[in-house]
């Protein structure tokens, strides 16, 4: 037997190696060694090179790097990469055709199209920490690669409609005792790569010893009675991923139906249908659009300052979130408070929310401990000394934020980074009150800040890269995803609020009821409705900038009184139980109040407006392009570097619907042009309010189908 050759490149992603009969397969395609085209074209010409070479009577596929492989290159899908000769289809037709035996050696992962890819190997060997699934789905797609075929000969109708209708992968173990994996690689996982490679060869070498190897498409279908009506009635209307669920249980009761070759057909014709329409297209797009968020180009090569402890101002509604987020990152934390009171209450609170999460069975008493013993409450403003980065999460007042400040700047040590968690104020003025405004950084957290994953990172004139780069480092560390964005009124996602708020007040004066423009945009998608959400807020905060910038509103410009009469009735949303609805109290379901359909008209009447019937397309439409028009003057100004940013700012801050793709998308999906020709006519009928972006005349002048592109 001749022994380890070195390995030769077949293609820029897969190589060749002999060892002794065993030709060994390694892709390597960074990061999750997804199946594009160079990958495939790779696996083609190395299962041929092998079965065409006398000296190797068998073949083990391996996945360099962390995981076997994360499934199609999804960087390649409506591109021709994606089409280009040869399909994994191409591929398994050679090797259920072969002779020899085609093994597939599994760590990491084995998602979508590469469990797919494996599943048409003879043998799967797989370490005991491996992952296996078909989690299609989550994008809104079928499997397109014969999972929904094969996986169901393997495992049975009803584990195999299990797996992917969830998308929620097995473990080796598991897969090995439900007939989808032959052996685990014990130890393997410990060992490395290598390990598992070598139990791959030898499990390949045994099977080179028959002339038959299990074909999973020649394998019938498991006998077992499932309902397929009663599965499609099953699946839940809201579900955001019904149609591909549904989907998916057509292609796997065709799998009990039809011949393979039929059913394989049949399958990736409903992964066609999918992965052209928008809401798959848009999950594709948030998807890479969470990835690109963090990057930060300007931070390359500098060093990042150490954050082992942490430190946060008040402890209030955000203050508790905040300090959760970096205990469960297992960060100390110090909360530091100006009242006793304040202080355990937020301590209890943090306690209750960690016994909730226990109750639901996501965390171990022991570990309620662990989390709350990192978590030092203190009245002692000293304690600021000991941390590396210091959140302020005190009122909303520039006067107190810069008295912080102030002191921080004294106290602190000179490497800390000095963090505001301000949902509106100028972080340059706050910068402004210490002698190292380079330190300072806006770290906007979203409430409920232990759960939601957004995190808008402000950049003031002049922070430091330095900084920057360890907050959105650090962002990830605790779980969140970072947007840089830079200073002006509300950021980016409390910007946009103010015109789709605007829109929804307008909206009502001219005759839509609260609960008709909630429900439009409910409908539409949105977690919440504009005016349930700002009962949720609180309406007292927008009420006090109202008043802020009262002076300066231009007088030619329409203005809704709403909101601020509602306010005025000392109704501030759910916390005084009503707001633009009223609420039992201890509830937070929003009840019609007719008192509030009556203020509303009396506004109307007021600003000489004719009530009118309102359909949802108008409310969907105004609401919409409201944030459209205001995130084109957002990207043009560089306070979001880039569109997708904005859309993962409302995906992951707003409730957007990630299907739609966040706001940014959605115009696209519209067509920029068509979104402009609406804005312009909205303008002609609703006034200066509608003075389209300047960024978004000059794509549509110029043909530009996305808000990236030549920029
Ligand atoms: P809050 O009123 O619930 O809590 C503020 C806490 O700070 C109180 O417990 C108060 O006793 C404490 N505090 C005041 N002065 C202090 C001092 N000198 N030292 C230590 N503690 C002090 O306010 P909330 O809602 O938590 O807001 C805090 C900050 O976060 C504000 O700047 C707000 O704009 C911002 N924010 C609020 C969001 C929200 O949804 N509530 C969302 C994002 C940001």
């Given at each position: 037997?001749?022994?380890?050759?070195?390995?030769?490149?077949?293609?820029?992603?897969?190589s060749?190696?002999?060892?002794?009969?065993?030709?060994?397969?390694?892709?390597?395609?960074?990061?999750?060694?997804?199946?594009?085209?160079?990958?495939?074209?790779?696996?083609?010409?190395?299962?041929?090179?092998?079965?065409?070479?006398?000296?190797?009577?068998?073949?083990?596929?391996?996945?360099?790097?962390?995981?076997?492989?994360?499934?199609?290159?999804?960087?390649?899908?409506?591109?021709?990469?994606?089409?280009?000769?040869?399909?994994?289809?191409?591929?398994?037709?050679?090797?259920?055709?072969?002779?020899?035996?085609?093994?597939?050696?599994?760590?990491?992962?084995?998602?979508?199209?590469?469990?797919?890819?494996?599943?048409?190997?003879?043998?799967?060997?797989?370490?005991?920490?491996?992952?296996?699934?078909?989690?299609?789905?989550?994008?809104?797609?079928?499997?397109?690669?014969?999972?929904?075929?094969?996986?169901?000969?393997?495992?049975?109708?009803?584990?195999?409609?299990?797996?992917?209708?969830?998308?929620?992968?097995?473990?080796?173990?598991?897969?090995?005792?439900?007939?989808?994996?032959?052996?685990?690689?014990?130890?393997?996982?410990?060992?490395?790569?290598?390990?598992?490679?070598?139990?791959?060869?030898?499990?390949?070498?045994?099977?080179?010893?028959?002339?038959?190897?299990?074909?999973?498409?020649?394998?019938?279908?498991?006998?077992g009675?499932?309902?397929?009506?009663?599965?499609?009635?099953?699946?839940?209307?809201?579900?955001?991923?019904?149609?591909?669920?549904?989907?998916?249980?057509?292609?796997?009761?065709?799998?009990?139906?039809?011949?393979?070759a039929?059913?394989?057909?049949?399958?990736?014709?409903?992964?066609?249908?999918?992965?052209?329409?928008?809401?798959?297209?848009?999950?594709?797009?948030?998807?890479?659009?969470?990835?690109?968020?963090?990057?930060?180009?300007?931070?390359?090569?500098?060093?990042l300052?150490?954050?082992?402890?942490?430190?946060v101002?008040?402890?209030?509604?955000?203050?508790?979130?905040?300090?959760?987020?970096?205990?469960?990152?297992?960060?100390?934390?110090?909360?530091?408070?100006?009242?006793?009171?304040?202080?355990?209450?937020?301590?209890?609170?943090?306690?209750?929310?960690?016994?909730?999460?226990?109750?639901?069975?996501?965390l171990?008493?022991?570990?309620?401990?662990?989390?709350?013993?990192?978590?030092?409450?203190?009245?002692?403003?000293?304690?600021?000394?000991e941390?590396?980065?210091?959140v302020?999460?005190?009122?909303?007042?520039?006067?107190?934020?810069?008295?912080?400040?102030?002191?921080?700047?004294?106290?602190?040590?000179?490497?800390a980074?000095?963090?505001?968690n301000?949902?509106?104020?100028?972080?340059?003025?706050?910068?402004?009150?210490?002698?190292?405004?380079?330190?300072?950084?806006?770290?906007?957290?979203?409430?409920?800040?232990?759960?939601?994953?957004?995190?808008?990172?402000?950049?003031?004139?002049?922070?430091?890269?330095?900084?920057?780069?360890?907050?959105?480092?650090?962002?990830?560390?605790?779980?969140?995803?970072?947007?840089?964005?830079?200073?002006?009124?509300?950021?980016?996602?409390?910007?946009?609020?103010?015109?789709?708020w605007?829109?929804?007040?307008?909206?009502?004066?001219?005759g839509?009821?609260?609960?008709?423009?909630?429900?439009?945009?409910t409908?539409?998608?949105?977690?919440?409705?504009?005016?349930t959400?700002?009962?949720?807020?609180?309406?007292?905060i927008?009420?006090?900038?109202?008043?802020?910038?009262?002076?300066?509103?231009?007088?030619?410009?329409?203005?809704?009184?709403?909101?601020d009469?509602?306010?005025?009735?000392?109704?501030?949303?759910?916390?005084?139980?009503?707001?633009?609805?009223?609420?039992?109290?201890?509830?937070?379901?929003?009840?019609?109040?007719?008192?509030?359909?009556?203020?509303?008209?009396?506004?109307?009447?007021?600003?000489?407006?004719?009530?009118?019937?309102?359909?949802?397309?108008?409310?969907?439409?105004?609401?919409?392009?409201?944030?459209?028009?205001?995130?084109?003057?957002?990207?043009?100004?560089?306070?979001?570097?880039?569109?997708?940013?904005?859309?993962?700012?409302?995906?992951?801050?707003?409730?957007?619907?990630?299907?739609?793709?966040?706001?940014?998308?959605?115009?696209?999906?519209?067509?920029?042009?068509k979104?402009?020709?609406?804005?312009?006519?909205?303008?002609?009928?609703?006034?200066a309010?509608?003075e389209?972006?300047?960024?978004?005349?000059?794509?549509?002048?110029?043909?530009?189908?996305?808000?990236?592109?030549?920029?």
């Amino acid at each position: 037997m001749s022994p380890i050759t070195e390995s030769i490149p077949l293609s820029p992603t897969v190589s060749y190696a002999q060892h002794g009969d065993v030709a060994v397969l390694m892709l390597n395609n960074p990061p999750v060694n997804g199946l594009g085209d160079t990958t495939r074209a790779g696996l083609h010409a190395g299962i041929t090179r092998a079965f065409e070479d006398d000296a190797i009577a068998a073949v083990v596929i391996a996945g360099a790097g962390k995981v076997f492989c994360g499934g199609a290159d999804i960087r390649q899908f409506n591109t021709p990469a994606a089409t280009a000769w040869p399909a994994s289809r191409d591929i398994l037709a050679l090797v259920e055709a072969a002779k020899k035996p085609v093994v597939a050696a599994i760590h990491g992962v084995a998602l979508g199209g590469g469990l797919e890819f494996a599943l048409g190997c003879h043998y799967r060997v797989v370490t005991a920490d491996a992952k296996l699934g078909l989690p299609e789905v989550n994008l809104r797609l079928v499997p397109g690669g014969g999972g929904t075929q094969r996986l169901p000969r393997l495992v049975g109708v009803k584990r195999a409609l299990e797996m992917i209708q969830t998308g929620a992968p097995v473990g080796g173990r598991e897969a090995v005792r439900i007939g989808l994996a032959d052996a685990v690689a014990d130890g393997a996982e410990m060992a490395g790569a290598a390990a598992l490679v070598t139990r791959a060869i030898e499990v390949a070498r045994r099977a080179a010893q028959s002339a038959e190897h299990p074909v999973a498409s020649r394998k019938d279908v498991p006998e077992g009675v499932v309902d397929f009506e009663a599965c499609l009635a099953a699946v839940s209307p809201k579900a955001r991923n019904a149609v591909a669920q549904k989907a998916a249980i057509r292609c796997v009761q065709a799998a009990t139906q039809l011949p393979i070759a039929e059913g394989l057909a049949f399958e990736r014709a409903r992964f066609e249908e999918l992965v052209a329409g928008n809401e798959s297209k848009s999950l594709r797009h948030i998807f890479f659009a969470e990835r690109e968020a963090p990057k930060f180009a300007e931070g390359k090569g500098l060093a990042l300052r150490p954050i082992e402890r942490v430190a946060v101002l008040g402890s209030g509604t955000m203050g508790v979130g905040i300090a959760m987020s970096y205990a469960n990152a297992g960060i100390p934390v110090a909360l530091i408070e100006r009242e006793q009171a304040a202080l355990d209450r937020g301590m209890s609170l943090i306690r209750r929310n960690y016994e909730i999460t226990a109750s639901k069975g996501k965390l171990k008493p022991e570990q309620i401990e662990a989390r709350l013993a990192l978590v030092t409450p203190t009245l002692a403003f000293e304690a600021v000394a000991e941390a590396d980065l210091v959140v302020e999460a005190v009122f909303e007042d520039m006067a107190v934020k810069q008295a912080i400040f102030k002191q921080l700047d004294a106290a602190c040590k000179p490497t800390a980074i000095l963090a505001t968690n301000t949902s509106r104020l100028d972080i340059d003025v706050i910068a402004g009150a210490t002698s190292r405004p380079g330190d300072v950084i806006g770290l906007h957290f979203f409430s409920p800040a232990n759960v939601m994953k957004l995190l808008e990172v402000v950049r003031g004139r002049a922070t430091s890269a330095d900084v920057i780069a360890t907050c959105m480092a650090m962002a990830q560390r605790i779980q969140k995803i970072p947007v840089l964005v830079g200073v002006c009124e509300g950021f980016v996602g409390n910007r946009m609020l103010t015109p789709y708020w605007r829109e929804a007040g307008f909206l009502l004066e001219e005759g839509a009821s609260p609960q008709q423009v909630d429900g439009a945009l409910t409908r539409f998608g949105m977690a919440m409705g504009p005016l349930t959400m700002a009962d949720l807020a609180g309406m007292d905060i927008n009420w006090a900038t109202r008043k802020r910038l009262a002076p300066t509103r231009p007088a030619h410009l329409r203005y809704s009184r709403v909101a601020d009469r509602i306010c005025e009735l000392g109704r501030f949303g759910q916390k005084t139980n009503g707001g633009y609805y009223r609420y039992e109290p201890g509830s937070r379901t929003p009840i019609p109040d007719p008192l509030i359909d009556e203020l509303i008209a009396d506004c109307a009447r007021e600003a000489g407006i004719a009530r009118r019937e309102i359909c949802d397309a108008e409310i969907v439409e105004r609401t919409m392009l409201a944030l459209v028009n205001e995130g084109a003057r957002i990207i043009e100004e560089g306070i979001a570097r880039r569109a997708s940013d904005i859309d993962v700012v409302y995906v992951h801050g707003y409730g957007f619907p990630a299907w739609r793709g966040g706001p940014m998308f959605y115009a696209e999906t519209l067509g920029l042009d068509k979104v402009l020709a609406r804005i312009l006519a909205l303008r002609a009928q609703h006034g200066a309010h509608w003075e389209a972006a300047p960024l978004l005349e000059r794509l549509v002048a110029g043909g530009a189908g996305s808000f990236d592109s030549g920029r």
